[in-house]
């Protein structure tokens, strides 16, 4: 079973830029369509963004789109999201997984978001 560790996460200030990364281990990497999620404080998890397995296609939310690139790189079994100018509202902590969530969770980065 792939094991997912998420880091990169910190308190930034609005406008500002973060580069989470996430590293999958215990499996084949390479076969899974990946995403990004976050929770925040009080809400449901929700999608961030998505890439294929090659890498060659993303998704993203409407939220983040414009703002947010996701990239993988499966010779290291990394998966990272790319946040630029970042707002308030981001603020929430960020899980990597495979896109329909059938990985075990992990457990997620802290992104906070100042005004």
């Known amino acids: 079973q792939v094991q997912l560790v998420e880091s990169g996460g910190r308190l930034v200030q609005a406008g500002g830029s973060l580069r989470l990364s996430c590293a999958a281990s215990?499996?084949?990497?390479?076969?899974?369509?990946m995403g990004w999620f976050r929770q925040a404080p009080g809400k449901e998890r929700e999608f961030v963004a998505a890439i294929s397995r090659s890498g060659g296609n993303t998704d993203y939310a409407d939220s983040v789109k414009g703002r947010f690139t996701i990239s993988r790189d499966n010779a290291k079994n990394t998966v990272d999201l790319q946040m630029n100018s970042l707002k308030p509202e981001d603020t929430a902590v960020y899980y990597c997984?495979?896109?329909?969530?059938?990985?075990?969770w992990g457990q997620g980065t802290q992104v906070t978001v100042s005004s």
């Open positions: 997984n495979n896109l329909l969530g059938i990985l075990t």
């Open positions: 215990g499996g084949t990497f390479s076969r899974y369509v």
